[in-house]
């Protein structure tokens, strides 16, 4: 397999920056040398510095939650990717399901931001995916690839494989629902082929395509077991160092 799994650790607006530096602690104690996935924690604002500081050393990396697409400037409460990067982050989320939906994010705007993360070296985790309206409406596929396409415009050949997708079922995030695995791998393999349109065989099976589902230790085997399922981008089972260590495994196991 040419695309070595991920595991990232969403923590939404969860934890302070003490509180986090006793996850991250509780979390490389069990995997903090591993090295056949990689491993990404992404603490709210706050926690970045503290955090940071205690994966030196560790193999795991440090990414933001989100990103302003200008470098500076009048735009109160934002953070911009020099900011990120000053605190060493190599990640970051961007057009997470709940941007779009609270903060009203648009294709176009989150496009900015993936083209303004590439440009400062980090490594957008561009998310997409259907509600559960779309998805009974039978639109889920049309609506991934806008999401896709709007997303990566811009994004030359050279730079698709620092790009991670990560497709969130929105109706499965926080509800205990999940796609099925057939339903999940499904939408992986369309990503896939819509990369493959648009960049090429080669470079479409260098991109590595999360789930963004609500996986668990549960259904994680089954799911990383998928041909185009390349790692998880995990809510709340990253707040709870056993259960984001047993994914990780999961993904160990099935690398």
Not at 202 to 231: H, T, W
Request: aromatic share 6%; glycine share 10%; proline share 3%.
């Amino acid at each position: 397999m040419i695309r070595k799994k991920l595991i990232a650790g969403n923590w939404k607006m969860n934890k302070t920056a003490a509180d986090g530096v006793t996850l991250t602690k509780d979390i490389l104690a069990e995997v903090g040398r591993e090295t056949a996935v990689d491993i990404v924690l992404c603490p709210p604002f706050t926690a970045l510095e503290s955090v940071g500081r205690t994966l030196e050393g560790y193999a795991v990396k440090l990414g933001g939650q989100n990103m302003h697409p200008e470098k500076s400037g009048a735009y109160t409460g934002e953070v911009s990717a020099e900011m990120l990067r000053a605190l060493f982050a190599t990640h970051v989320i961007l057009g997470h399901s709940e941007r779009r939906t609270y903060f009203a994010e648009t294709d176009a705007f989150i496009n900015k931001k993936v083209v303004a993360a590439l440009a400062s070296q980090l490594k957008p985790i561009l998310c997409v995916g259907e509600t559960l309206a779309e998805r009974e409406a039978g639109a889920t596929l049309a609506v991934v690839q806008r999401q896709v396409e709007g997303g990566l415009q811009g994004v030359t050949k050279e730079q698709i494989t620092t790009v991670i997708i990560a497709y969130e079922p929105v109706w499965a995030i926080g509800t205990g629902k999940v796609a099925t695995t057939a339903q999940a791998q499904e939408v992986h393999a369309f990503i896939r082929d819509l990369l493959t349109k648009l960049y090429g065989e080669a470079l479409a099976q260098k991109v590595r395509i999360l789930y963004g589902g609500s996986m668990k230790p549960a259904n994680a085997p089954e799911l990383l077991a998928q041909k185009d399922i390349d790692g998880g981008l995990i809510g709340g089972a990253s707040l709870e160092a056993l259960s984001f260590v047993a994914l990780v495994k999961a993904a160990v196991a099935a690398a």
